[in-house]
């Protein structure tokens, strides 16, 4: 049967179709799908008595040729006609990847860590640590030096990324080896090598559980100290070049902060005598969150935590007396690390026990209140603006979707009483066509507004980030390892569940990086349960505020929110 040509008309577009009467709707869908993107399911085509459907035979339309049917229909997502060309990039198929490979997919699931006996503790550290991107980098490219604690052959081992096939207390080389690994994977991966490293580096985490079975329980906190330690100590980068270049401690410049302290006596006595209050400055790698019977959020303990009495000797006096530091931030790092104090020794049990007052904590947290107040100065302005240009941004964003939806709902319309007027007697067919004609160019005329309104506002944000690059100050903007916003954005939890320190179950929530292609990764966090990895929403992370032996909150790490970009 010869085929018919006819012409579908599809948002103002006319597509010519060879239409053969031998075949079924659904098979015209497909090819309607090729020319304009939209998927079957989604496409209405109006023909006489109604929609056209999947099994209706063609041949029933008794279509001539030249006749004009009406499609209507939108894409599901962005894949458009001109997606079904040949892709950038030849397709693989999972079943056809290399582990490795299968690891490194987009959207690929995490490799876990086997509990190798109550190494829990250990796992969520590893876990949140890899969430900095900046430090799997320059683990990279880390080579133990010939001197080193891991010795000369260890080190040619390490450079294969073999070092784990020996003993070695270089803790950095082993967390570079066990990071490949992991990237390797999605498998519950062992960290048998590095859990020997830190044993050796450090031997309480070898103690023995007073039962004579297997290892202790340990405190995550604890680890993650003593492996920031030793990474501050191992982990050099280079800044500049030649022999200018300028040698810094990795942790020292993304991880760790400064404090400016004024210490002063509280017995009035020293006052009268002459007592000057003192300063001093000290580099913090944590902030500790003390929970107290008032502290009811993240910010209550940590401004608690920057006020400390101190009992030592006053000169003056020429006795003990009890002393009140006060503490500011001068410097914020990139990532912020915050601890929950939860655990105190008890000595009826001989236990840390664990406090478990319900603390909450954001998702972004502004820490310019804690700051002293030259850096105030410095971050408000910037801070203000950012949140200013965030809300601009916003604005534009619900005026797209809102402008994109009338006017989808506007071409239905028109659609639809074209198809009823293709029934009428030719004088109003005419008629309504020049109605529409009409419309058409008042509609042209409110798009264009429109158009001009989000040009405008697109105009407005774009000046109000290059004036927010200029309210950055210069010392803060030279060093890529300091937050110049004062907002943290919150990236990795640890978590603990139990009584006490040294039993229960530690796990990891950290965040999916987004990079931006479809927004599937927006909200949503994996959680680290040893080898079990499990994708989950952010809502979840609302539940880790503590109140009872449940998971509660130990480790935060929030990094900081960087600068909108200019383009």
């Given at each position: 049967?010869?085929?018919?040509?006819?012409?579908?008309?599809?948002?103002?577009?006319?597509?010519?179709?060879?239409?053969?009467?031998?075949?079924?709707?659904?098979?015209?869908?497909?090819?309607?799908?090729?020319?304009?993107?939209?998927?079957?399911?989604?496409?209405?085509?109006?023909?006489?008595?109604?929609?056209?459907?999947?099994?209706?035979?063609?041949?029933?339309?008794?279509?001539?040729?030249?006749?004009t049917?009406?499609?209507?229909?939108?894409?599901?997502?962005?894949?458009?006609?001109?997606?079904?060309?040949?892709?950038?990039?030849?397709?693989?198929f999972?079943?056809?990847?290399?582990e490795?490979?299968?690891?490194?997919a987009?959207?690929?699931?995490?490799?876990?860590?086997?509990?190798?006996?109550?190494?829990?503790?250990?796992?969520?550290?590893?876990?949140?640590?890899?969430?900095?991107?900046?430090?799997?980098?320059?683990?990279?490219?880390?080579?133990?030096?010939?001197?080193?604690s891991?010795?000369?052959s260890?080190?040619?081992?390490?450079?294969?990324?073999?070092?784990?096939?020996?003993?070695?207390?270089?803790?950095?080389?082993?967390?570079?080896d066990?990071?490949k690994?992991?990237?390797?994977?999605?498998?519950?991966?062992p960290?048998?090598?590095?859990?020997?490293?830190l044993r050796?580096?450090?031997?309480?985490?070898?103690?023995r559980d007073?039962?004579?079975?297997?290892?202790?329980?340990?405190?995550?906190e604890?680890?993650?100290?003593?492996?920031?330690?030793?990474?501050?100590?191992?982990?050099?980068?280079?800044?500049?070049?030649?022999?200018?270049?300028?040698?810094v401690s990795?942790?020292?410049?993304?991880l760790?902060?400064?404090?400016?302290?004024?210490?002063?006596c509280?017995?009035?006595?020293?006052?009268?005598?002459?007592?000057?209050?003192?300063?001093?400055?000290?580099?913090?790698?944590?902030?500790?969150?003390?929970?107290?019977?008032?502290?009811?959020?993240?910010?209550?303990?940590i401004?608690?935590?920057?006020?400390?009495?101190?009992?030592?000797?006053s000169?003056?006096?020429?006795?003990?007396?009890?002393?009140?530091?006060?503490?500011r931030i001068?410097?914020?790092?990139?990532?912020?690390?915050?601890?929950?104090?939860?655990?105190?020794?008890?000595?009826?049990?001989?236990?840390k026990?664990?406090?478990?007052?319900?603390?909450?904590?954001?998702?972004?947290?502004?820490?310019?209140?804690?700051?002293?107040?030259?850096?105030?100065?410095?971050l408000?302005?910037?801070?203000?603006?950012?949140r200013?240009?965030?809300?601009?941004?916003?604005?534009?964003?619900?005026a797209?979707?809102?402008?994109?939806?009338?006017?989808?709902?506007?071409?239905?319309?028109?659609?639809?009483?074209?198809?009823?007027?293709?029934?009428?007697?030719?004088?109003?067919?005419?008629?309504?066509?020049?109605?529409?004609?009409?419309?058409?160019e008042?509609?042209?005329?409110?798009?264009k507004?429109?158009?001009?309104?989000?040009?405008?506002?697109?105009?407005?944000?774009?000046?109000?980030?290059?004036?927010?690059?200029?309210?950055?100050?210069?010392?803060?903007?030279?060093?890529?390892?300091?937050?110049?916003?004062?907002?943290?954005?919150?990236?990795?939890?640890?978590?603990h569940?139990?009584?006490?320190?040294?039993?229960?179950?530690?796990?990891?929530?950290?965040?999916?990086q987004?990079?931006?292609?479809?927004?599937?990764?927006?909200?949503?966090?994996?959680?680290?349960?040893?080898?079990?990895?499990?994708?989950?929403?952010?809502?979840?992370?609302?539940?880790?505020?503590?109140?009872?032996?449940?998971?509660?909150?130990?480790?935060?790490?929030?990094?900081?929110?960087?600068?909108p970009?200019?383009?």
């Amino acid at each position: 049967m010869a085929s018919i040509p006819v012409i579908i008309k599809h948002q103002g577009k006319r597509h010519e179709v060879e239409l053969d009467p031998s075949l079924n709707g659904e098979t015209l869908k497909y090819q309607l799908f090729s020319l304009t993107g939209v998927e079957p399911e989604r496409q209405k085509i109006l023909v006489k008595g109604g929609q056209l459907k999947d099994e209706t035979p063609l041949s029933s339309l008794n279509a001539k040729p030249g006749q004009t049917f009406m499609m209507m229909g939108t894409p599901s997502g962005t894949q458009g006609a001109g997606d079904l060309g040949r892709p950038k990039e030849v397709m693989k198929f999972l079943e056809d990847m290399t582990e490795a490979e299968a690891a490194r997919a987009e959207g690929a699931t995490p490799a876990g860590l086997q509990n190798l006996g109550n190494t829990c503790y250990l796992n969520s550290t590893l876990q949140a640590l890899r969430g900095v991107p900046e430090l799997q980098e320059e683990l990279q490219r880390y080579r133990p030096s010939a001197g080193s604690s891991g010795g000369s052959s260890l080190a040619g081992l390490s450079s294969l990324g073999l070092g784990g096939l020996g003993a070695s207390t270089d803790l950095t080389a082993s967390l570079r080896d066990l990071f490949k690994q992991m990237s390797e994977t999605q498998e519950g991966f062992p960290p048998l090598m590095f859990l020997n490293a830190l044993r050796n580096a450090y031997p309480q985490f070898a103690q023995r559980d007073r039962n004579g079975h297997g290892y202790a329980q340990q405190d995550a906190e604890e680890a993650w100290s003593q492996i920031v330690t030793q990474l501050r100590n191992k982990l050099v980068i280079k800044e500049g070049e030649g022999e200018s270049a300028a040698e810094v401690s990795f942790v020292d410049k993304y991880l760790a902060g400064r404090f400016e302290s004024v210490t002063e006596c509280d017995d009035a006595a020293a006052k009268e005598v002459g007592e000057k209050p003192t300063e001093s400055t000290d580099v913090f790698y944590k902030l500790d969150c003390h929970i107290g019977k008032e502290t009811n959020h993240l910010s209550d303990g940590i401004m608690a935590g920057l006020e400390e009495k101190i009992e030592k000797h006053s000169s003056t006096l020429d006795r003990d007396a009890v002393y009140t530091k006060r503490s500011r931030i001068a410097r914020l790092p990139k990532y912020l690390t915050v601890h929950f104090v939860r655990f105190f020794w008890k000595r009826e049990t001989q236990k840390k026990a664990k406090i478990m007052r319900k603390v909450t904590f954001p998702h972004e947290l502004d820490v310019v209140d804690f700051c002293t107040e030259e850096l105030k100065q410095q971050l408000i302005p910037v801070r203000d603006k950012v949140r200013e240009i965030r809300k601009e941004e916003v604005d534009v964003e619900r005026a797209r979707k809102r402008q994109k939806l009338a006017h989808r709902q506007g071409e239905e319309k028109d659609e639809e009483a074209e198809s009823s007027s293709s029934m009428e007697p030719m004088q109003k067919k005419k008629a309504a066509e020049e109605r529409k004609e009409d419309k058409d160019e008042a509609m042209a005329d409110v798009f264009k507004t429109d158009a001009d309104y989000e040009a405008e506002k697109t105009a407005s944000i774009l000046a109000a980030k290059k004036e927010l690059s200029a309210l950055v100050d210069q010392k803060l903007a030279a060093d890529a390892g300091v937050n110049t916003t004062g907002l943290y954005e919150l990236r990795g939890v640890i978590t603990h569940q139990g009584a006490s320190a040294d039993s229960g179950h530690y796990t990891a929530y950290v965040k999916k990086q987004d990079d931006g292609s479809d927004g599937s990764a927006e909200g949503k966090w994996w959680w680290f349960n040893d080898e079990k990895v499990t994708e989950v929403d952010g809502e979840k992370i609302e539940t880790l505020a503590g109140g009872g032996e449940s998971h509660s909150a130990l480790i935060l790490l929030y990094r900081a929110v960087e600068l909108p970009s200019a383009n």
